[in-house]
């Protein structure tokens, strides 16, 4: 299965933005979601696990949720900083393969 | 906390072959997988495989299959990968990732691969 994200978002300081990444085939559900920020020059960082986990360090900004709807899973950022302009991958499982996201790139204006 | 210490940037031709290394430390070694994710320049996260440090058992998607190979030493909690008949392609940043059953990943700096003729 293939996982679908937006290329770009921007939102403006203080905002909220949502970031989707929808799962072409199989449910969503199926399988732990997790999302990495990645900085430019960075290795990437886990601000998501297990579909909406928040690893210790990560504000509370970040949240995650699935949609069995819409087959999708989504990272909430909300009061936006700057220091959130980055690029931001979901990833998933298939058969103990690990799939991810193109990647979305977060403009903070 | 968990570090994961990755082997130096390398520069190698068109052919060869690469090995970088990633050295675990601030967790029991054998109890998490190691993941390797590689990111060409100005491109998105691909996923090479996976070794299990407890028993050494690994798994490679198909693209790869028969060009990369994992290992690891648990007596240095290192993990290793190896990229064989390099191209141009092959160019990019490779990582390494602690992968626990339950919990966060944990990401290496990142070993920058070129392949130049």
């Known amino acids: 299965f293939m996982l679908t994200q937006p290329r770009s978002l921007s939102e403006s300081l203080g905002k909220t933005v949502i970031i989707s990444c929808t799962r072409s085939?199989?449910?969503?559900?199926?399988?732990?979601v997790q999302w990495f920020q990645q900085r430019p020059g960075s290795s990437p960082l886990t601000v998501i696990y297990?579909?909406?986990?928040?690893p210790s360090g990560v504000p509370d900004r970040f949240s995650g949720s699935i949609d069995s709807s819409s087959n999708s899973a989504s990272l909430t950022i909300s009061g936006l900083k700057t220091e959130d302009e980055a690029d931001y991958y979901c990833?998933?499982?298939?058969?103990?393969?690990?799939?991810f996201g193109g990647g979305t790139k977060l403009t903070v204006l | 906390q968990v570090q994961l210490v990755q082997s130096g940037a390398e520069l190698k031709k068109p052919g060869a072959s690469v090995r970088v290394s990633c050295k675990a430390s601030?967790?029991?070694?054998?109890?998490?997988?190691i993941h390797w994710v590689r990111q060409a320049p100005g491109q998105g996260l691909e996923w090479l495989g996976w070794?299990?440090?407890?028993?050494?058992?690994?798994k490679y998607p198909r693209k790869f299959q028969g060009r990369v190979t994992m290992t690891r030493d648990t007596s240095i909690t290192t993990a290793f990968m190896e990229l064989n008949s390099l191209s141009f392609d092959d160019t990019a940043i490779y990582f390494c990732?602690?992968?626990?059953?339950?919990?966060?990943?944990?990401w290496g700096q990142g070993t920058l691969v070129t392949v130049s003729s």
């Open positions: 990732a602690r992968v626990p059953l339950r919990g966060e990943v944990s």
């Open positions: 601030g967790y029991t070694f054998t109890t998490s997988y």
């Open positions: 070794i299990n440090p407890g028993i050494g058992e690994t």
């Open positions: 085939s199989g449910r969503i559900a199926s399988n732990y």
């Open positions: 297990e579909d909406n986990q928040r």
């Open positions: 990833q998933s499982y298939d058969s103990g393969n690990w799939v």
